[in-house]
């Protein structure tokens, strides 16, 4: 698991050059050598990719709720960039967004997965973070139909697992991966 965390900070640290040259520069050092705090500090103005190694950056520390927290404000808000933006080179935020969502992505699932509650608890607030927070960099009042779809898709998929709890501690369990 911390493996794909480094490889996610690795990923950012090699991708983030040539990411960046489509979308405005990064003005501030490169992601991989930044602090939590630096990451934090007006992120709501930043890449989304900052939320993933955000996440990644507090799993590592054993941060893990407020982890995923900010790993599905970075979902939302990546998906609503690369929506906005379809015409990107593939090899550029696409690919970087497929990779954090397998490096960050799996191992915060397998953890959050282990305990149903705290999974919908924590899209519920990474739901509300997200509208309480302005998104300077791709703006929500220029995109509020196309941020609803995104939301209403998440929220489809936290009832859905609300609904499918005791299935999901039962394949959990019968692969070997902890119910809290």
């Known amino acids: 698991m911390m493996r794909g ?4 900070v690795l990923l950012i640290a090699l991708l983030a050059p040539v990411t960046w040259a489509d979308t405005g520069g990064l003005n501030d050092k490169a992601l991989a050598d930044q602090s939590v705090e630096e990451l934090r500090g007006g992120i709501t103005d930043k890449h989304p990719a900052t939320y993933m190694v955000l ?23 990546y998906r609503a960039w690369l929506k906005a933006n379809p015409d990107l080179d593939p090899s550029g ?11 960050v992505g799996r191992p915060l699932n397998e953890y959050i997965g282990g305990d149903v509650d705290e999974w919908v608890a924590t899209i519920d607030e990474a739901i509300q973070w997200h509208r309480a927070h302005p998104d300077g960099f791709l703006g929500k009042d220029d995109h509020r139909s196309l941020y609803a ?7 489809d998929m936290r009832d859905e697992i609300a609904a499918s709890k005791d299935e999901i501690r039962r394949q959990r369990r019968e692969n070997g991966l902890e119910n809290r």
């Open 93 to 103: 935020d696409p690919a970087l967004f497929a990779s954090l969502m397998e490096s």
């Open 55 to 77: 996440a990644a950056r507090l799993f590592q520390q054993g941060d893990k709720q407020e982890a995923v927290t900010w790993f599905y404000v970075g979902q939302i808000r």
């Open 5 to 8: 965390m480094k490889l996610a």
């Open 149 to 155: 779809s995104l939301i209403a898709g998440l929220e």
